[in-house]
């Protein structure tokens, strides 16, 4: 089970802090958005070891982090524009299935 939380409302510029809370250790974790009328896309991903993927469109922007103590992910997004209202959803790959959270929205107003 993921519990996201951190969406909102937010001023282009501004920043927001998305976390995901995992019930066990799950070694890699993604965070995914879908804009309306848009497919579902990778955000970021981060695996085990520590290492990170990104979206051309959020490298240098956001950032992916974890805590494994609390099996906890987080996505740091800077410097939004309004292209970067969607719904985001956590996402744990436990191969070969993917389990995703209830999705949480972020609007960013311009």
């Known amino acids: 089970q993921l519990v996201e939380s951190g969406g909102g409302l937010v001023q282009a510029g501004g920043s927001l802090r998305l976390s995901c809370a995992a019930s066990?250790?799950?070694?890699?974790m993604g965070w995914y958005r879908q804009a309306p009328g848009k497919q579902r896309e990778l955000v970021a991903r981060?695996?085990?070891?520590?290492?990170?993927t990104y979206a051309d469109s959020v490298k240098g922007r956001f950032t992916i982090s974890r805590d494994n103590a609390k099996n906890t992910v987080y996505l740091q997004m800077n410097s939004l524009t309004p292209e970067d209202t969607a719904v985001y959803y956590c996402?744990?790959?436990?191969?070969?299935?993917?389990?995703w959270g209830q999705g949480t929205l972020v609007t960013v107003s311009s």
């Open positions: 981060i695996y085990g070891g520590g290492g990170t």
């Open positions: 996402a744990a790959m436990v191969a070969p299935d993917t389990i």
């Open positions: 066990r250790s799950i070694a890699i």
